[in-house]
């Protein structure tokens, strides 16, 4: 049985490691995308502090389609190349956005989101989805952030099958 602990996000790199060993012993043998989304998205929102939306989209018949999330309601398709999500899929690159307000094409799935971090899923070229992640103030997203995201999409994408 799986038991999270509360991390220490003083020091963000270290907390990120943290959080990277507790999302593998939560994924160890699982491989199914749905189910280890679900929980990875369960820890994310338990884990990191200010968010208000943690989850993912699939790519389905060349759009992202709303998968397992902590949140409010949220867009259930999105157009590869539109929004923060869409343009992260397109590009197959991280995009880490300060003021979503200031981002050409954004959407507002909700209104109380100011600042966005995306990461595409990619798996032997393939993309599967991203990770979305939302946060209510402005700047909530830097670099450090961003590569501990980065590190654990790395993590559930070794275990799917």
């Not at 995308?33 to 060349?62: E, K």
């Not at 003021?99 to 909700?110: Q, R, Y």
Request: net charge negative; proline share 4%; glycine share 8%.
């Amino acid at each position: 049985m799986f038991t999270s602990a509360t991390i220490d996000f003083t020091d963000k790199a270290a907390g990120y490691r943290e959080l990277e060993q507790q999302l593998r012993a939560l994924l160890h043998g699982e491989h199914d995308f749905i189910a280890s989304c679900a929980n990875t998205g369960a820890l994310l929102w338990q884990a990191l502090p200010d968010l208000n939306w943690a989850g993912f989209y699939r790519l389905m018949d060349g759009q992202l389609v709303l998968g397992p999330f902590q949140g409010k309601p949220a867009c259930v398709r999105i157009q590869l190349g539109q929004g923060v999500c869409g343009t992260a899929a397109a590009t197959r690159k991280t995009v880490l956005v300060p003021n979503v307000h200031e981002f050409p094409g954004h959407i507002a799935c909700d209104a109380d989101s100011k600042s966005e971090l995306v990461v595409p899923i990619i798996k032997h070229g393939a993309l599967l989805g991203v990770l979305d992640l939302d946060r209510p103030r402005l700047n909530r997203f830097d670099a450090v952030v961003q590569a501990g995201l980065e590190e654990l999409v790395a993590v559930l994408v070794t275990t799917l099958e």
